[in-house]
DNA sequence: CTCGATACCATTGACGCCCATGTTTACCCA
DNA sequence: TGGGTAAACATGGGCGTCAATGGTATCGAG
């Protein structure tokens, strides 16, 4: 399975456009759907971005009524909504809509935020700004991340 | 499972790539990806390095909520943001890019420190003064490594 | 007929691929 | 056991391809 790695920074013309990441593209390319979706954050100035498999996953998780509550069913509903498909040309551009640009304060360029599953999408300056408060919080409390073992069986 | 060991110290040419040590190259060479993911230490002045396979058991684990605190989901989601795909070409050599350079401090060399499951890349001084001063700090707490029993079954 | 959206085309600059070379290590044979 | 040979690895440079980007044309809707 595909991840979203990395950060890369992409500049957005006067039409909106603004080209998706090769690498994103690839992780994307075995989709139904040729493009990304994209949703509004509930917490952060950015959107949120995925595939359409993750939107079909989060479907199959409302099906099941006794693992989500109430307030998990309200989110996934206000994202559905708020979801948008962005096909990308045949150059690999989507066009960014007004009012996610201006959710955003995107302008003049877009910052593609790997995130595994899923990726973010930021004005440049203002994810480098919550980078470096996240990275001062996580020196000074030095989290530790507790892994699963690698997949039993082979190392394949 | 294959383990990264030893240091080796190879030259970064005008164009900024540097040779993969062999070894830590056949330690990868069952992944999905060719090459290697980096991102930047928290806490030195240094790269991390590992296979996707790693990034992808770092997925998974995050795919837990309860499992991870608000500070550890920070954290990953970071690791994710600041991780490279650096594939290697034809000959084992991957390409530093500018601010991996400059956030190791690695001009002319770059040493390849084995972690065991991971590695890490290192301005050769820098990794020697550093390697030192752990060695006078072992030497003085002489600290006892608890062992696993081996894995019944296969040694595999 | 006008405006907006999308496909098409062109440019450039970075990155990956290819070939060539030196150097070390490992191996084989005398 | 020692020398010679061959393979593998590390290194350097040149070239082609693809991704990112900007502009133009065309199609459809209002």
Redesign the interface.
């Known amino acids: 399975?595909g991840?979203?790695?990395?950060?890369f920074v992409n500049r957005v013309d006067k039409k909106g456009r603004v080209s998706v990441p090769a690498?994103f593209r690839a992780t994307l390319s075995q989709q139904t759907f040729q493009g990304i979706i994209a949703y509004r954050s509930f917490t952060a100035a950015c959107m949120e971005g995925c595939g359409m498999d993750f939107m079909e996953r989060l479907s199959d998780s409302t099906q099941n009524f006794d693992a989500f509550s109430a307030e998990q069913e309200d989110l996934s509903a206000l994202i559905f909504a708020d979801a948008r498909q962005l096909a990308w040309d045949p150059e690999g551009r989507i066009v960014l809509p007004e009012d996610v640009m201006a959710h955003a304060g995107i302008t003049e360029a877009a910052a593609f935020?790997?995130?595994?599953?899923t990726f973010q999408i930021w004005e440049p300056e203002a994810y480098k700004a919550v980078?470096a408060e996240?990275?001062a919080?996580?020196?000074k409390?030095?989290?530790?991340?507790?892994?699963?073992k690698?997949a039993s069986g082979?190392?394949?």
């Open positions: 399975m991840l979203f790695l990395s950060t690498t935020v790997g995130k595994g599953q980078e996240i990275r919080r996580a020196l409390l030095r989290p530790t991340l507790p892994l699963k690698p082979d190392g394949k």
